[in-house]
């Protein structure tokens, strides 16, 4: 009996010593997660680059938006290591040229494995409130995202429903993908460096829809997957002339 009521009495420390522990456990969770999405962001304009280089003056815009993409990703890994800034003001941001951005880096990573891309724009003058290169990384997530793990017609389109501007990205789902893409250079480095995907690209594009008071949904079949990105709309004509 003394045993058993020194075990009872010491319970309440044993529990808050657990409950410590476990704190500890997911803060470190938590924050070895943030580390690694920002991380994979400066991974992706890397690899938009690499692709665009040598490719001809024509490929200088999308080189140069890819380096300020890097540039934000980087200062993002710095505000992870060394302490978050303060949020600045968000932008007020015409979507239809980062949407035509976005594609624009990726056609090349597309064709390199034999995939069509291309853009739908249905949304006239489209304008958004927030943050410009949250928005790019999100938009770069879902059209890579669709390469390399849908099929090979992949479609990018922008519609308007009520309020929110709709983003979708779909695919024609990956039985449709011939065999020789196996052997594309891009598909190879994909597989060699499938070990380290953790899904933190589409977990970059649940952040930004969060922190955009947005939706984002995921549909995954075997005809295809559809990647959704809503966004509320902003009132462009009076905050333009303001």
């Not at 010491?10 to 808050?16: E, K, L, M, N, Q």
């Not at 941001?93 to 056609?107: D, I």
């Not at 065999?179 to 970059?204: C, I, K, N, T, Y």
């Amino acid at each position: 009996m003394t045993n058993l009521a020194a075990i009872v009495a010491d319970w309440p420390v044993a529990a808050s010593m657990v409950a410590v522990v476990t704190a500890q456990g997911l803060r470190a969770g938590r924050r070895r997660g943030a580390l690694n999405e920002a991380l994979h962001e400066v991974r992706r304009p890397l690899q938009a680059i690499a692709l665009a280089t040598g490719q001809g003056p024509a490929e200088l815009p999308r080189i140069e938006s890819s380096v300020q993409l890097a540039t934000a990703a980087l200062e993002q890994l710095d505000r992870e290591i060394n302490g978050e800034a303060a949020k600045g003001t968000p932008d007020l941001l015409a979507v239809r040229p980062l949407l035509e951005s976005a594609v624009g880096r990726w056609k090349s990573r597309a064709n390199m494995v034999g995939d069509s891309l291309a853009l739908r724009w249905l949304a006239g003058e489209a304008f958004v409130r927030g943050d410009r290169s949250w928005l790019a990384q999100a938009l770069d997530n879902l059209i890579v995202n669709a390469i390399e793990h849908g099929g090979p017609s992949i479609v990018v389109e922008a519609q308007l429903r009520g309020d929110r501007l709709r983003v979708s990205v779909a695919d024609s789902g990956r039985a449709l993908r011939p065999e020789s893409r196996l052997e594309s250079p891009a598909d190879v480095v994909s597989r060699l460096l499938g070990r380290r995907r953790h899904g933190h690209g589409l977990g970059v594009v649940r952040r930004v829809a969060a922190e955009h008071d947005g939706r984002f949904v995921l549909r995954c079949s075997e005809q295809g997957s559809l990647a959704v990105l809503e966004l509320p709309l902003a009132g462009a004509g009076a905050e333009l002339a303001a």
